[in-house]
């Protein structure tokens, strides 16, 4: 993907003004240095939201089915994809988004670091679908640490699609004498159990951040053959010129 600077893009979308309030921001930066992860309702005001809905929707069209399980993690993935190659050579508008200023301001101030685009040509923004019952997108890192989640529709959470994070993965892993990047599960399971898989449900419209090359996360399984969900994950590097290509997002992402 051709780098796109955040001073040479479309201005006009539309942003909480919450999210402009200096005292909300340090919350949020608090929030996010402790637990790497920050629920952020209305931060896509709702004509930008319809905006990326209904490209979103538009994309689908060119979008990949996968059904596999990723080496390595050994988790599964049961879902639709379309990768940041894809997205690049088709949507002007998420270009624009992903590089606009407004949001990248609220971002950096959330995390506390100027953010830098991801160069990795999969992986700077990808779109996932998951259609009934029983799709997943299961545990695993990002290579990129910073991750920007817009839901574009979210099911109820007893019908699943909700996420699943575990901050501090590494450590955890690191305690528990565990690769944490090899068969995750077994762990997973174990800390379910002592309550250490952490929940957290959205709605449609609803924005997160997470702070994905150290919290473990995944979406947990749909329920029901209509049941559907759909995001927008853009990634970001914590310093510029970063040389990065994940096999992973490969595996799931090319065709």
Not at 98 to 121: A, M
Not at 171 to 176: D, L, P, T
Not at 223 to 237: Q, V, Y
Request: charged letters at 20%; a neutral charge.
């Amino acid at each position: 993907m051709k780098t796109v600077k955040a001073n040479n893009v479309n201005n006009s979308f539309k942003f909480g003004a919450n999210y402009f309030d200096s005292k909300m921001i340090d919350s949020l930066h608090l929030s996010f240095g402790r637990n790497g992860y920050v629920k952020l309702p209305g931060l896509i005001a709702l004509p930008t939201f319809n905006l990326l809905k209904a490209e979103v929707q538009r994309l689908s069209g060119i979008a990949i089915e996968r059904n596999f399980v990723m080496q390595g993690y050994e988790s599964p993935r049961i879902m639709t994809t379309l990768g940041g190659q894809q997205i690049a050579e088709n949507s002007e508008l998420l270009k624009n988004f992903y590089g606009n200023q407004k949001l990248r301001s609220v971002l950096s101030g959330i995390v506390g670091s100027p953010l830098f685009d991801c160069p990795d040509v999969n992986e700077w923004c990808v779109s996932t679908w998951l259609n009934g019952e029983g799709q997943t997108h299961g545990h695993h890192l990002d290579d990129p640490p910073i991750a920007l989640i817009v839901i574009i529709e979210a099911p109820p959470p007893e019908l699943g699609g909700f996420l699943e994070v575990v901050t501090d993965w590494r450590e955890i892993a690191r305690i528990f004498e565990q690769d944490p990047e090899r068969n995750v599960l077994p762990l997973v399971n174990k800390l379910r159990n002592i309550n250490l898989v952490q929940v957290k449900t959205h709605i449609t419209g609803d924005a997160y951040l997470l702070r994905a090359d150290q919290c473990l996360h995944a979406v947990a399984l749909l329920r029901g053959r209509e049941t559907k969900r759909s995001i927008l994950n853009m990634a970001f590097e914590l310093e510029p010129n970063i040389a990065r290509r994940s096999e992973t997002a490969a595996a799931l992402f090319e065709t």
